[in-house]
Nanobody
Framework: QVRLVESGGGLVQAGGSLRLSCAAS????????MGWFRRAPGKEREFVVS???????SYTDSVKGRFTIFRDNAKSLVYLQMNSLRPEDTAVYYC????????????WGQGTQITVSS
């Protein structure tokens, strides 16, 4: 089992920045692809960004140029730096993990609320 613990959510004004952190434990971090997802009010959960052990990344179009994912492999941490936040970024953000090479994210954090005020 993989345990994921997120931190760093909160309230921010539009144009501001926040950084989310996610600590992973329970499985070698090197085996995991890490991702961030979000669920906005009344919407389905959506993929935001992912990063592999070798730091290959993938971003959804709406956050490109504003969000950055990075990982500290020595500390089993993954971060999501969010800049130029918009009200439409308001959502519960979830850290997720999957064993690299498998199709589905099988491990999820508890979620952290991000609210962007206009």
């Amino acid at each position: 089992q993989v345990r994921l613990v997120e931190s760093g959510g909160g309230l921010v004004q539009a144009g501001g920045s926040l950084r989310l952190s996610c600590a992973a434990s329970g499985r070698p971090f090197s085996s995991l692809t890490m991702g961030w997802f979000r669920r906005a009010p009344g919407k389905e959960r959506e993929f935001v960004v992912s990063i592999t052990w070798s730091r290959s990344t993938s971003y959804t179009d709406s956050v490109k140029g504003r969000f950055t994912i990075f990982r500290d492999n020595a500390k089993s941490l993954v971060y999501l730096q969010m800049n130029s936040l918009r009200p439409e970024d308001t959502a519960v953000y979830y850290c997720a993990a999957k064993v690299t090479g498998t199709p589905d994210y099988g491990y999820w954090g508890q979620g952290t609320q991000i609210t962007v005020s206009s």
